[in-house]
């Protein structure tokens, strides 16, 4: 299995142009999450699915759009984006099933700037 | 709102010192305290966790003190190496989707 994927790796976006983050994970997971991360900061969550066809907002989700039309996909959708989307962007996924495992998998990360 | 506090921001130990990291929770519903570490350019990976259930757990080198009285939950490395150097992410669950709530994070160097 390759986990969770993300892509691009590396991303240079001027003021006001949109842009998708990629993420695609293949464990069957019904949960999935976008964060952010900021240098001392720690993680943002900014938005987050329970399963395909839901999407609820995290702590952060001002200017950011997402979907989740498959189990295996969750893009980021950014809109006109602003240098304070300077980040890196995370994408994790986890299984709820009983008293199982609580466990987040992490992607190895998308680093955006906008300049 | 900061509802994980993580101490301290960054630290330096020495090759088989010990390395202790600690977090505060203000939330008394949290039910599942992760450890995440980080290493550089890499997405954050679970190191362990605990349940306020118990006070303590140990993985190999790794242990997670839990002071339920006082909302507290520490990270203790023994025998610190060099391998050790990351960021290390406290957590807590707050149910709902499986969320989780950062800390901070703390940059640990292990010095030869």
């Known amino acids: 299995n390759a986990g969770v994927t993300q892509t691009p790796k590396f991303r240079i976006l001027k003021i006001g142009q949109s842009m998708t983050l990629q993420c695609t994970q293949d464990?069957?997971?019904?949960?999935m999450y976008w964060y952010r991360q900021d240098p001392g900061m720690g993680l943002k969550l900014i938005y987050y699915s329970v399963g395909a066809g839901i999407t609820d907002k995290g702590e952060v989700p001002n200017g950011y759009n997402v979907s989740r039309s498959t189990t295996e996909d969750f893009p980021l959708r950014l809109e006109l984006a602003a240098p304070s989307q300077t980040s890196v962007y995370f994408c994790?996924?986890?299984?709820?099933?009983?008293?199982?495992?609580?466990?987040?998998?992490f992607g190895p990360g998308t680093r955006l700037t906008v300049t | 709102q900061q509802q994980v506090k993580q101490s301290p921001q960054s630290l330096i130990v020495q090759k088989g010192g010990i390395s202790i990291i600690n977090c505060a929770y203000e939330?008394?519903?949290?039910?599942?305290f992760p450890w995440y570490q980080q290493f550089p350019g890499k997405g954050p990976a679970l190191l362990i966790a605990i349940r306020p259930d118990v006070s303590e757990k140990k993985e190999g080198r790794f242990t997670i003190s839990f002071n339920k009285s006082a909302k507290q939950f520490s990270l203790h490395i023994m025998d610190s190496q060099p391998g050790d150097s990351a960021t290390y992410f406290c957590a807590s669950y707050t149910g709902g989707g499986n969320k989780l709530t950062f800390g901070t994070g703390t940059q640990l160097k292990v010095e030869l």
């Open positions: 939330n008394t519903a949290f039910d599942y």
């Open positions: 994790a996924s986890s299984y709820r099933g009983g008293t199982g495992s609580l466990e987040q998998y």
């Open positions: 464990m069957n997971h019904n949960y």
